[in-house]
């Protein structure tokens, strides 16, 4: 069947990441209103600074069994009058016991359905690498069998068993120079599932992606490190599965080259555009921290790569931090590099890609985990070959010129699955490696 190759269209407000340490004092939260398909709560009743409410969370939802349907017990339109304004003339203090019964019963429904309410200010800690690990490690069997060609059973845990292959597989996908937009062009996971669909799905951000696993929509993906760590400290339905890349010159600070701006402490004052949120907006802020630069000392507007070029001819920024193949047209269009994640990186601002796998599609098909894992160490290794038939693929995919493509794959350090037993990536299953400290550092 032929691939499918569709933009994203996710809504990124479908996922909120919010990552917390409890060293940080807790902002005051405001108000808070729940909405379900049955239940809208607002007005008066509701406590202040959603004291009585509970946090945010993944467990958390504004409707549920324990709700009433269709709102009944609740004052209509948040007030205490009843419909149709009859009986208007209550006393206050009749006003003030209803207000209080309902508060209670609402109260005592969300007790006894997510437990007892937190106190004020309560925030989620960021686990330590035990929980990053527990994200890599619970995949490790897979890439651990497959490195060393012993069964799916080895390791830390049984992988669940095999099902028939699936109907349909869903990938979502960066248009970054990696091993895997190497195999999305070569085919190969058509070629090896010829009766399954293959659908790919393009993203520009990876808060676009979190929200895609959030909703069920995605099989198999691929995320950098930022979002990627944010994904996990939210318990988002997805693990690790692979590392595909470093990343070096491929994200870099570009700026015109009328923007008078000479070096890093040049863009002061200035505007630079870098998607929130991305591996190259936390390289952007660590750049500027490493050289002892405020944010606030310029404007950082939140831009994606396929929006950026068109700012730039409107004048709207000076710079931004970007990826290929965006960079490469600003530099095409009178623009010049004045730092890149490879120096970040190098004063401890590492930057990468990973892949993930939701967990439902873990369990039922890891058969196709473990041969998606296989071709990709094919195509990576292609990509480091560099091939003229696979450096024209790769052009291809890219939108870039074959000359603009080599050069582009000298910007990235891609990983084959034997580069990421190193200790200083995923490991080994008996060995896990510093990903889970590096997730958690980025966190």
Same mark, same amino acid.
């Given at each position: 069947?032929p ?19 409890d ?7 405001a ?20 004291? *009585?409410?509970p946090? *945010? ?12 349907? $269709? ?14 304004g009859? %009986?208007?003339?209550?006393h ?7 207000r209080?019964?309902?508060?209670s019963?609402?109260?005592q ?7 007892? &309410? ?12 035990a ?18 060609g ?13 099902a ?17 937009l ?24 990876g ?8 909703g ?16 996990? =400290?939210?318990?988002?339905p997805?693990?690790?599965y692979?590392?595909h ?7 870099? !600070? ?8 000479? %070096? ?8 630079? #555009? ?5 591996t ?13 630069? %405020? ?10 790569? /396929? ?9 709207d920024i *000076? ?9 490469? =047209? ?10 890149? &994640? ?9 930057t ?6 939701s %967990? ?8 196709? =985990? ?16 560099a ?5 024209a693929?790769? #052009?291809?995919?890219?939108? !870039?010129?074959?000359d ?6 000298? /910007?990235?350090?891609?990983l084959?699955?034997?580069? /990421?037993? $190193?200790?200083k990536?995923l ?8 990903? #889970?400290?590096l ?5």
């Open positions: 069947m691939e499918n190759d569709t933009e994203g269209g996710y809504d990124e407000a479908a996922v909120t990441c919010k990552i917390t340490h060293t940080v004092p807790p902002p005051e939260p108000a808070k209103a729940l909405h379900g398909p049955n239940l809208t709560v607002s007005g008066t009743d509701l406590p202040a600074k959603g004291t *009585d409410l946090a *945010d969370g993944p467990n958390l939802t504004g409707s549920g069994p324990d709700l009433p349907a $269709d709102g009944a017990d609740l004052p209509a339109n948040g007030t205490d009058l009843p419909a149709n009859t %009986d208007r003339h209550f206050p203090r009749r006003l003030r016991a209803r209080q019964r309902s508060k019963m609402r109260r429904r969300l007790t006894e359905t997510h437990g007892a &309410s937190p106190s004020r200010g309560h925030q989620p800690v960021i686990a330590g690498p929980a990053f690990t527990a994200g890599i490690a619970s995949v490790l069997p897979i890439l651990g069998a497959f490195l060393m012993s069964a799916l059973l080895l390791a830390l845990h049984a992988a669940p068993a095999a028939a292959d699936p109907a349909e597989i869903r990938i979502g996908y960066f248009q970054s120079p990696n091993g895997e190497l195999a999305k062009g070569q085919g190969l996971l058509q070629k090896r599932f010829p009766n399954t669909k293959i659908s790919y799905i393009k993203f520009d951000v808060r676009d992606v979190n929200a895609a696993f959030a069920g929509s995605l099989d198999i993906g691929i995320i950098g490190t930022p979002p990627g760590a944010a994904g996990l =400290v939210n318990n988002l997805y693990k690790i692979y590392l890349d470093i990343i070096g010159e491929s994200e870099a !600070l570009v700026v015109k080259e009328s923007s008078g701006i000479a %070096d890093i402490q040049g863009v002061k004052g200035k505007t630079v #555009a870098s998607p929130f949120g991305s190259s907006h936390f390289s952007l802020l660590a750049a500027l921290k490493q050289n002892g630069i %405020d944010p606030k000392e310029l404007k950082i507007l939140d831009i994606t790569g /396929q929006e950026v070029h068109a700012a730039w001819t409107r004048g *000076d710079g931004a931090y970007i990826w290929q193949p965006a960079q490469a =047209v600003l530099v095409a269009d009178g623009g010049r590099v004045i730092t890149n &994640s490879r120096e970040v990186a190098a004063k401890g601002g590492i990468g890609e990973f892949g993930i796998v %967990d439902k599609f873990y369990a039922e098909h890891p058969d196709v =985990v473990k041969a998606y894992i296989e071709i990709l160490d094919r195509a990576t290794k292609d990509y480091k070959a091939s003229p038939e696979n450096v693929i790769l #052009a291809r995919e890219l939108g !870039l010129t074959e603009e493509t080599r050069n582009v794959l000298t /910007q990235i350090i891609v084959d699955a034997a580069d /990421q037993k $190193d200790p990536y490991g080994t299953t008996s060995n896990p490696g510093a990903l #889970a400290q997730l958690k550092d980025t966190a």
